[in-house]
DNA sequence: AAGCCTTTGAAGAGG
DNA sequence: CCTCTTCAAAGGCTT
């Protein structure tokens, strides 16, 4: 695969590597698809959203808008621009400017909404900081939030129904929330999977200022473990395990406002609970310390498995903990964790001394590292919660961002496997392959032919060989159109 | 409980 | 070199 060339300059290097077509179907229909999605899309929505709706959402990133021809001013260097004032407004450059300017997962928040009285941070933004720091008291779970939610959705379009995703690519996550609540879908959904203190951001050194963390979060405590955290080395990848202070020091451009994956790309195993809200609740101190020391060959792989920090590489993932990480855990008090702990430990000890090595997780490749930063989005946009489908919708969005878009994404997977070549230098993908892997079963193949009909790729092989225009040429299942057809594909 | 589904990309295996 | 396969994430679904 065509490398990016990690040198500075630009993503040209990613230009023969952004969009890859494996045979002429899917060449033709990505073609279409990436011709036709938007439109789709678009009509999808003109006929769910009425004109007032689709104007106060038409403040976005949409697919359709990100790519035009002639860019005189994007919207997006719109919304940019007010996002940097109302940053400098609200916190004095605490916000800095994006890094990527073209950052596609731009989520305004009503910055100039009308509940933003005396300069006080708007509801939106409350929600906005209730998701990402869910430590700061931003009137957490209160009557007023929930008022100012209330609040803030008034005008919520109640019409809007649909089983299926409505892409709003641009559409802010409250105003998104405010469709669900408008349509009867549980309340907000708010990314649960998302590490609130661990936000998607660039590997990029210029975004680590040092300086004082946010009074919650000085003492650079694990928000996990609640125990401190070594300095973060500067070249860690930020989707390894940070700390809450390397966060508050983070002042992503966007940090607050891009949905992400609150887990690192590599979740960290700490004990091995691994919950979307891994608060001191799911780990205390005491617990941290008891597992460093009942599982020192669980939880501290070989030297090569620690980073220089300190910090065990996310990457690394022994399954018996993994196993443990049962959300059920949540809610047991510490003596039952201990003890099923150390019964499971004692279960597996054995077993564990047969394999001393850890299980090393793949590097995430762009795709991969794309998927985790707007799987929340999605989820969010959509009633949808099957992931077969969302990452559907999220291949679309792929192949719909920009090359400048991708090619972030590109060298953030460049930087990865770096990193994990660096941490790892014995490493192979083999490794992790069934065959090497002692006791975990072989995945079933996968024998999917080409010609293949009536199984869920159909839709895709219909609308490759018909395209959108002969849709009468269509098979049944294949007339569910996108976005419907994503729901087709998803068994009720 | 284990595996499937679904996506893209990286990397290994084999011809 | 080319093609095929596996695995990485995710979580609901199926067996």
């Given at each position: 695969?065509?490398?990016l060339?990690?040198?500075?300059?630009?993503?040209l290097?990613?230009?023969d590597?952004?969009?890859?077509f494996k045979d002429e179907?899917?060449?033709?229909?990505k073609?279409?698809?990436?011709?036709?999605?938007?439109?789709?899309?678009?009509?999808v929505?003109?006929?769910?959203v009425n004109?007032?709706?689709?104007?106060?959402?038409?403040s976005?990133?949409?697919e359709?808008?990100?790519?035009?021809?002639?860019?005189?001013?994007?919207?997006?260097d719109?919304?940019?621009?007010s996002l940097?004032?109302?940053?400098k407004?609200?916190?004095?450059?605490?916000?800095k400017?994006?890094?990527?300017?073209?950052?596609?997962?731009?989520m305004?928040?009503?910055?100039?909404?009308?509940?933003?009285?005396?300069?006080?941070?708007?509801?939106?933004?409350r929600t906005?900081l209730?998701?990402?720091w869910?430590?700061?008291?931003?009137?957490?779970g209160s009557?007023q939030?929930?008022?100012?939610?209330?609040?803030?959705?008034?005008p919520?379009?109640?019409?809007?129904v649909g089983?299926?995703?409505?892409?709003?690519?641009?559409?802010?996550d409250?105003?998104?929330?405010?469709?669900?609540?408008?349509?009867?879908?549980?309340?907000?959904q708010?990314p649960?999977?998302?590490?609130?203190?661990?936000?998607?951001i660039?590997?990029?050194?210029?975004h680590?200022?040092p300086?004082?963390?946010?009074?919650h979060?000085?003492?650079?405590?694990?928000?996990?473990?609640?125990?401190?955290?070594?300095?973060?080395?500067?070249?860690?990848?930020?989707?390894y395990?940070l700390?809450?202070g390397?966060?508050?020091?983070?002042?992503?451009?966007?940090?607050?406002?891009v949905?992400?994956?609150?887990?690192p790309v590599?979740?960290?195993t700490?004990?091995?609970?691994r919950?979307?809200?891994?608060?001191?609740?799911?780990?205390?101190?005491?617990?941290?310390?008891?597992?460093?020391s009942?599982?020192?060959?669980?939880?501290v792989?070989?030297h090569?498995?620690?980073?220089?920090?300190?910090?065990?590489?996310?990457?690394?993932?022994?399954?018996?903990?993994?196993?443990?990480?049962?959300?059920?855990?949540?809610?047991?008090?510490?003596?039952?964790?201990?003890?099923?702990?150390?019964?499971?430990?004692?279960d597996?000890?054995?077993?564990?001394?047969?394999?001393?090595?850890?299980?090393?997780?793949?590097?995430?490749?762009?795709?991969?590292?794309?998927m985790?930063?707007m799987r929340?989005?999605?989820?969010?946009?959509?009633?949808?919660?099957?992931?077969?489908?969302?990452?559907q919708?999220?291949g679309?969005r792929?192949?719909?961002l920009?090359?400048?878009?991708?090619?972030?994404?590109?060298?953030?997977?460049?930087?990865?496997?770096q990193?994990?070549?660096q941490?790892?230098?014995?490493w192979?993908?083999?490794?992790?392959?069934?065959?090497?892997?002692?006791?975990k079963?072989?995945?079933?193949?996968r024998?999917?032919q080409p010609?293949?009909?009536?199984?869920?790729?159909?839709p895709?092989?219909?609308?490759?060989r018909?395209g959108?225009?002969?849709?009468?040429?269509?098979?049944?299942?294949c007339r569910c159109k996108?976005?419907?057809e994503?729901?087709?594909?998803?068994?009720?």
């Amino acid at each position: 695969m065509p490398q990016l060339n990690g040198g500075g300059g630009d993503d040209l290097g990613a230009n023969d590597e952004m969009i890859s077509f494996k045979d002429e179907g899917e060449q033709e229909e990505k073609i279409s698809e990436n011709l036709s999605a938007e439109r789709d899309l678009a009509d999808v929505k003109s006929s769910l959203v009425n004109e007032s709706e689709t104007n106060q959402n038409s403040s976005s990133d949409s697919e359709a808008e990100r790519r035009p021809p002639p860019r005189s001013e994007t919207f997006r260097d719109k919304t940019r621009e007010s996002l940097e004032e109302a940053a400098k407004r609200q916190d004095g450059g605490l916000f800095k400017s994006p890094p990527y300017p073209g950052y596609p997962f731009i989520m305004i928040p009503d910055l100039t909404s009308p509940y933003l009285p005396n300069g006080s941070l708007s509801p939106t933004a409350r929600t906005y900081l209730q998701m990402k720091w869910p430590l700061l008291d931003v009137n957490h779970g209160s009557l007023q939030s929930r008022q100012a939610l209330k609040d803030a959705r008034s005008p919520s379009p109640a019409h809007i129904v649909g089983p299926f995703c409505l892409e709003f690519p641009g559409q802010s996550d409250l105003s998104l929330h405010q469709f669900q609540l408008s349509n009867k879908v549980p309340v907000v959904q708010h990314p649960h999977h998302v590490h609130p203190l661990t936000p998607l951001i660039t590997y990029s050194n210029e975004h680590f200022t040092p300086g004082n963390p946010p009074p919650h979060l000085q003492g650079d405590v694990d928000p996990k473990t609640g125990i401190p955290r070594p300095p973060q080395h500067p070249d860690i990848s930020p989707y390894y395990p940070l700390s809450p202070g390397s966060v508050g020091q983070l002042p992503h451009p966007l940090g607050w406002l891009v949905p992400q994956q609150g887990q690192p790309v590599y979740p960290i195993t700490t004990g091995g609970f691994r919950h979307p809200y891994p608060t001191a609740l799911t780990v205390n101190a005491s617990m941290q310390s008891f597992l460093s020391s009942r599982f020192p060959h669980h939880m501290v792989p070989p030297h090569h498995s620690l980073h220089q920090t300190g910090i065990p590489h996310p990457a690394i993932v022994t399954p018996n903990v993994k196993q443990e990480s049962s959300h059920s855990d949540i809610g047991l008090n510490s003596s039952t964790i201990l003890y099923t702990l150390h019964r499971k430990h004692q279960d597996s000890k054995k077993e564990d001394e047969k394999k001393k090595q850890p299980h090393i997780k793949k590097p995430l490749n762009a795709f991969m590292l794309y998927m985790k930063e707007m799987r929340a989005k999605v989820v969010a946009e959509c009633t949808l919660k099957e992931s077969a489908a969302i990452n559907q919708i999220l291949g679309r969005r792929w192949h719909a961002l920009t090359r400048e878009e991708q090619a972030k994404y590109y060298e953030l997977a460049r930087k990865e496997r770096q990193l994990h070549m660096q941490l790892y230098p014995g490493w192979s993908a083999r490794d992790n392959y069934a065959g090497n892997q002692q006791g975990k079963k072989k995945k079933r193949k996968r024998d999917k032919q080409p010609g293949e009909g009536n199984d869920l790729s159909a839709p895709k092989k219909c609308r490759a060989r018909f395209g959108l225009d002969q849709q009468n040429n269509w098979c049944g299942p294949c007339r569910c159109k996108y976005p419907k057809e994503v729901s087709c594909l998803v068994r009720a």
